[in-house]
């Protein structure tokens, strides 16, 4: 944004059984069994803090008997050193250390401040205990004793390194870490008045969880204050935990309906006194995605409104309570915050890039044809264009004095590669990334721009990360070659994977990627199966790693084809990406029907009567689109934890990109799939979590009813209090993917 009657699921286990012991001879071919078992793992690099600005990194790894240490690398040599040993994280009279789950470091690097213990808020494990390492004392002692066990959320350093604070049971605490007292700031939290983090759909919608900001002078802490009590409940019911089922209650705001008031506030660490700031708009019309300090009196504050068509930037001085817009940017469709692509990873990070001495800010914008990054200077608002040319950029990494690093690809849209541009806006950027890396690559850059870990994929050959120099993008050490994974690939038949454009009768050009069956022969005909998306927030046809199941599909006899159609965020210009305003279901759901038909055309290798098409989320709904809109294409349908009515789903993402149906109501029912139930003529399987915080089961009972009123058959499952993801609990993933894969190869296989 997931009920099989005994007889099938008895048939199911059977065939995927056969499936299996047919295979088990030929270990040239995947099995479901060895996709879910250890034997093909992958290798990840964990999460790193650059130190010294950037000349070191410290990450967490694993000693010889599997505790975590904190190990610190040279980023000119990649030398290393123990930079806090398993020993030194083991609390006293503990037998083991701490499992670190995150880490930071203060402003001057003498203390190191612990993750552990963590529990789920949502999609991310954001509560948690917090311990500090004093690495001048060689202390370890935990924060918030007096607070229930995993209940710390966001714990931070003043930058004065003498406080902490953090957020427990909606209210905001500050800590001395040398004395251990404990002030309270807020009082009023209760879970309708949220203080310093977010409800549901702030973080869904915006990443937005850390609610709070030190200011450099240590006494006052900006922060996020959120009123939910006139936010609906919606229950989900967890019917298998005990005798009598449990409601479990969660505050959402729906399509059309008011979301959170939200304002913010900075609160005296001393006098423990708040003034709330008097940011211009309607609280509830609004939304506060981001705000940051600049300097000790003066705070940045973002703010889009409820169409999310208008963003307003402010400037806020403290000493004068004087608020100032100094930046506003408005769209005819929507404006995003940050912008959905392959090569992002800064999700949540929603604050502005501060450049030329935090005098002016970083922003892309889509106001002239394509995405661009502007400079834009504070006191006056002026715009300097750094990234001229007609392309997209596609995310941008951070700043030096200097230069801006960007992911772009001018030349193709399923890859991506580094830049670099001067913040003058002189002279052309710079590619960086060398042509031997031709696929996906991303970037974790050091603060000075000197060096970066460096990911790179395409769709033969899994994640190798590497430790670079820039800006010659000089290899220092290889941090993660997965050879392992590689080399048991290579005893496998693969298939072969291509880039395509297709033209649809409309005119419209859409990028596919199409991965054949192995032993793949032209001139005989196979059944095909289309895995889409289709909406704003996610592209298909990109050049990284196939994976595991498109491998055992094709080593099955299958075509798989992922295709981008108008609406995604393809790097394909504005228009491309903005063209699916207030048409979301329909314009992207035509688009990847006419694709279909033009291949159908095309190669005749492709079966037209075993079409299959399958998705999840917003690949879900789509699956019903073309399932319901477009009958004579396709004639299996799998869709997974998908909307089918649009105004079941969270009111920040479908108002973005179809407005408020208080005005186009229309538009949001001739989007939903639910309307066009009454078309469907093929196999179609439906899977969702009743647990499903994001994509509610509602949906799936709301789409039953109406198939069952026109009397169309349909196959169901639905996976008992899991979530969005369908992962909890053991077996569950290789339970649902065998679930699928019967589906496909009894309806639609050779």
Not at 610 to 637: I, K
């Amino acid at each position: 944004m997931r009920i099989l009657k005994h007889v099938f699921v008895v048939l199911v286990a059977a065939q995927i059984g056969f499936t299996a012991t047919a295979q088990e001879q030929d270990l040239s071919k995947l099995t479901l069994d060895r996709i879910y078992s250890p034997e093909f793992n992958g290798d990840n690099a964990r999460s790193i803090s650059w130190i010294n600005d950037g000349e070191a990194f410290v990450t967490i790894e694993r000693t010889d008997s599997g505790e975590d240490q904190l190990i610190k690398y040279e980023s000119k040599s990649n030398d290393q050193e123990v930079f806090l040993s398993a020993d030194a994280l083991t609390p006293a009279g503990a037998s083991q250390a701490l499992r670190v789950a995150d880490f930071s470091l203060s402003k001057d690097e003498s203390k190191v401040l612990i993750f552990t213990n963590t529990s789920r808020v949502w999609r991310s494990n954001t509560k948690g205990d917090y311990w500090v390492y004093d690495l001048d004392t060689k202390k370890l002692k935990q924060l918030g004793t007096d607070l229930p066990s995993s209940s710390l959320m966001f714990a931070k350093f003043s930058d004065a390194n003498k406080k902490v604070a953090y957020v427990s049971g909606f209210n905001l605490y500050e800590e001395d870490f040398k004395t251990g007292e404990v002030t309270q700031l807020t009082t009023d939290g209760t879970g309708d008045i949220i203080n310093g983090t977010f409800d549901w759909v702030y973080e869904e919608e915006f990443g937005a969880r850390d609610g709070f900001r030190w200011n450099p002078d240590g006494k006052h802490i900006a922060y996020w204050q959120l009123d939910a009590s006139e936010i609906g409940t919606f229950y989900m019911i967890n019917n298998t935990d005990s005798v009598y089922a449990k409601p479990i209650p969660l505050q959402y705001p729906k399509t059309g309906y008011d979301p959170s008031s939200a304002k913010v506030g900075i609160v005296n660490t001393e006098t423990q006194k708040t003034h709330w700031i008097a940011v211009p708009g309607d609280a509830v019309q609004h939304y506060i995605p981001a705000l940051q300090w600049i300097n000790e009196d003066l705070l940045l504050i973002q703010q889009l409104n409820r169409k999310q068509n208008t963003l307003k930037i402010f400037t806020y001085t403290p000493s004068t309570d004087v608020i100032k817009n100094v930046y506003t940017e408005t769209e005819d469709t929507w404006v995003d915050l940050d912008y959905p692509d392959v090569s992002a990873n800064q999700w949540g990070k929603n604050d502005l890039l501060l450049t030329d001495d935090q005098s002016a800010f970083l922003r892309m914008t889509e106001n002239d044809a394509w995405r661009h990054i502007y400079k834009v200077r504070l006191k006056d608002g002026k715009k300097t264009l750094l990234t001229p040319g007609a392309y997209d950029v596609a995310a941008f990494y951070t700043a030096t004095d200097k230069e801006v690093f960007f992911s772009a690809s001018p030349e193709s849209p399923a890859q991506r590669y580094l830049f670099k541009a001067s913040l003058s806006g002189k002279g052309k950027p710079q590619r960086l990334t060398p042509s031997t890396f031709e696929g996906i690559n991303t970037y974790q850059i050091a603060p000075n721009g000197k060096y970066a870990i460096h990911n790179h994929t395409d769709v033969t050959t899994p994640t190798t990360t590497r430790l670079i120099g820039l800006p010659k993008h000089k290899t220092i050490k290889t941090l993660i070659t997965n050879q392992k994974l590689k080399d048991k690939l290579s005893t496998l038949a693969m298939p072969e994977t291509e880039f395509f454009q297709v033209e649809t009768e409309d005119g419209i050009v859409v990028e596919g990627r199409i991965t054949k069956p192995t032993g793949f022969d032209a001139s005989e005909e196979y059944p095909v199966l289309f895995h889409v998306y289709g909406e704003p927030w996610g592209q298909m046809a990109t050049d990284n790693f196939i994976g595991l199941y498109d491998i055992f599909l094709a080593q099955n006899g299958f075509v798989i084809i992922n295709m981008d159609n108008r609406g995604t965020p393809s790097l394909k210009g504005s228009d491309w990406r903005k063209s699916i305003y207030r048409k979301v279901g329909v314009i992207n759901s035509r688009d990847q029907a006419m694709a279909t038909k033009a291949l159908l055309k095309k190669w005749s290798f492709l079966d037209e009567n075993r079409v299959s098409v399958w998705g999840w989320s917003g690949g879900g709904s789509m699956t019903l689109n073309l399932m319901f809109r477009y009958p004579e294409l396709y004639q299996t349908g799998m869709a997974v934890a998908a909307v089918a009515n649009q105004l079941f789903y969270d009111n920040i993402y479908q108002e973005r990109y179809m407005g408020l149906p208080q005005e186009n109501k229309e538009d949001f029912r001739e989007g939903s799939p639910a309307t066009y139930a009454k078309d469907l003529e093929g196999n179609l399987l439906v899977v969702h979590g009743t647990g499903d915080d994001n994509v509610h089961y509602q949906n799936m009972e709301y789409l039953v009813n109406e198939l069952i009123k026109h009397n169309k058959q349909f196959t169901m499952m639905a996976y008992p209090n899991r979530s969005h993801g369908i992962y909890e609990g053991e077996n569950t993933r290789r339970h649902l993917y065998t679930l699928l894969t019967n589906y496909l190869f009894t309806h639609n296989g050779k």
